[in-house]
T-cell receptor, first 115, second 114 residues
């Protein structure tokens, strides 16, 4: 596609429910990244993919968070048993390769509100 | 642990002023440093990328400098315009991390008044 596409743009859920956030990177970009932006924490790295593999999951805050990428394209970030502290904007970015961070393109984010 | 700090947190200037945004980082072992712009409710747009071997980069009215040894970068905006109003974020990539793992500062919220 023309840019990084994320859905949903807004999600309101009840505490304890599971949510899935989707990211569709720029066509041909092999590297995909998830970041979280919250008021108190700023922008935090969560996970990145090179192709379908995730060499670095160090930023995932707990085992309730998981992510996968299939076909070297679309990625899904899943949060199980959501908590209020999960409320944040989840940003996805892609680049041609994981070394080429200068060409990092961000989507507009998925705003998650956990009631 | 690498920490990135941006000063000031917020800045309001009249249109036409030249201004400087500051970014400091604690670990000089960086691969590169980037400046991003974020408009309210939007994603991030990359403005300038400085590799660790470079001293500065320029794009239009923007100039970013890097002093790796002192752990500092500045973003200079010339002849500011109301359209420059946004949050500006700096981020570093460490040389011993895989690419893409950016460490961000908290940002400077800039308001340019007409």
């Amino acid at each position: 596609g023309a840019g990084v596409s994320q859905s949903p743009s807004n999600k309101v859920t009840e505490k304890g429910k599971d949510v899935e956030l989707r990211c569709d990177p720029i066509s041909g970009h092999t590297a995909l990244y998830w970041y979280r932006q919250s008021l108190g924490q700023g922008l935090e790295f969560l996970i990145y993919f090179q192709g379908n593999s995730a060499p670095d999951k160090s930023g995932l805050p707990s085992d309730r968070f998981s992510a996968e990428r299939t076909g070297g394209s679309v990625s899904t970030l899943t949060i199980q048993r959501t908590q209020q502290e999960d409320s944040a904007v989840y940003l996805c970015a892609s680049s041609q390769s994981f070394r080429n961070t200068g060409e990092l393109f961000f989507g507009e984010g998925s705003r998650l509100t956990v009631l | 642990k690498q920490e990135v700090t941006q000063i000031p947190a917020a800045l309001s200037v009249p249109e036409g002023e030249n201004l400087v945004l500051n970014c400091s980082f604690t670990d000089s072992a960086i691969y590169n440093l980037q400046w991003f712009r974020q408009d309210p409710g939007k994603g991030l747009t990359s403005l300038l990328l400085i590799q660790s071997s470079q001293r500065e980069q320029t794009s239009g009215r923007l100039n970013a400098s890097l002093d790796k040894s002192s752990g500092r970068s500045t973003l200079y905006i010339a002849a500011s315009q109301p359209g420059d109003s946004a949050t500006y974020l700096c981020a570093v990539t460490l040389i011993y991390n895989q690419g893409g793992k950016l460490i961000f500062g908290q940002g400077t919220e800039l308001s340019v008044k007409p």
